[in-house]
């Protein structure tokens, strides 16, 4: 049989048992704070300003497969105040977030389509602190192409697997509902600081995953995802410094798996006005995966800011990695565009 051949089938059929009787874990994005509807529905409307469109991409293992594991997600959300003239300035956000994810050597697709809600409470008269709350009800569809697969009966012996397969497979399409909901504290430390807390709660519906759902068991729904999100803002010096410290920590937990992001960028501002900027950050990933701790990853990031449009790229080098010559990693790219700009609101995490 050809290595690469062989390769593949094993791939897929690690793939066809992991789908079939163990929890699927969500896909991470590096750049959390890049995509916040996925992140945390209280992020929906948190920013300064009245609409923000923002996309991210996601490209993994490039190095190992032709076809590359690939993510991307894009959203768009709104910010509205229920009342005018108000001491109190509360704020209503509504947003809508479409994201794939494609296992590309299976053309195995998760896609959804979410539509976010989340209501943002002024704790006091100066409206430099509030407490959010969201919730988020999407739409997900399950597709697997059946003849991306290879089966052992399928091999003729000499020229590959040109046969056909009796293996009883069930339908290949599917779609489920899935709900989310979070919360998140933002708060104005003096006039040149900030911090963000947060909690979310994934698929706390636990949705039914299995592509066989006539004969459904334990092990065959979607577990539910608690992470809880930090990030904070601030300067470096006196009035007069151009840069900025942004620690940022992710810790996530699905299962028995267990997932922290944790480090910090830094911010220069440029400019006379400083409205725009050069972020460079780097961060750890460490892991735990059944009660068995080790360092995933190590990031490295680097941003631009150009009045209201924030581009950043990053990548992941995976220390656990399939071959260690060949150090896979990811690559993941972002953008996004902040519409009628407001400068004296709560600020919002990025990156």
């Keep these: 049989m050809h290595h690469k051949t062989f390769r593949l089938f094993l791939l897929a059929l690690s793939f066809w048992t992991v789908s079939q009787g163990i929890f699927a874990q969500d896909k991470q994005f590096t750049q959390f704070y890049a995509s916040p509807l996925t992140l945390n529905p209280a992020l929906t409307g948190a920013f300064e300003g ?12 490039g190095s190992v497969l032709d076809e590359p594991f690939q993510s991307y ?13 108000r001491v109190v ?13 494609r296992i590309g050597v299976l053309d195995f697709n998760t896609t959804q389509i979410g539509l976010s809600l989340a ?5 006091n008269a100066d409206n430099d602190q509030y407490l959010s709350a969201g919730l988020q009800a999407g739409i997900t569809q399950r597709n697997l192409n059946y003849a991306s697969l290879r089966f052992h009966d399928q091999f003729d012996g000499v020229n590959g697997y040109t046969g056909a397969t009796q293996e009883d497979l069930p339908g290949n ?17 003096g006039k040149r600081s900030n911090l963000f807390a947060g909690v979310s709660y994934h698929h706390f519906n636990q949705p039914v995953i299995a592509f066989d759902r006539t004969e459904l068991v334990t092990g065959e729904r979607l577990l539910p995802r608690y992470s809880a999100q930090f990030a904070a803002n601030m ?9 900025s410290f942004l620690p940022r920590v992710l810790v996530s937990s699905q299962g028995t798996h267990l997932q922290t992001n944790a480090g910090t960028n830094f911010r220069f501002a440029l400019g ?22 080790n360092l995933d990853a190590a990031v490295v990031l680097v941003g631009f800011e150009l009045n209201n449009v924030l581009f950043g790229m990053s990548y992941d080098l995976n220390l656990q990695a399939l071959n260690a010559r060949q150090r896979q ?10 519409g009628s700009f407001e400068s004296e609101g709560i600020a919002c995490p990025k990156f």
């Design 50 to 61: 009245r609409y923000r469109v923002s996309s991210i991409y996601r490209d993994q293992w």
């Design 73 to 85: 997600a894009v959203a768009g959300d709104f910010r509205f105040t229920p009342r005018k003239k």
């Design 89 to 101: 300035e509360d704020a209503i956000g509504l947003g809508l977030v479409f994201d794939n994810d």
């Design 119 to 123: 209501y943002h409470k002024s704790l």
């Design 173 to 189: 399409n599917f779609a489920y509902l899935d709900l989310s909901l979070g919360i998140n504290y933002t708060a104005k430390l």
């Design 235 to 243: 300067p470096i010096g006196s009035r007069s410094t151009r840069v």
């Design 272 to 293: 006379e006005f400083r409205t725009s900027a050069f972020h460079l950050g780097s961060w750890l990933r460490p892991v735990r995966s059944e009660q068995r701790f």
């Design 329 to 338: 990693g990811a690559f993941e790219i972002s953008i996004a565009y902040l």
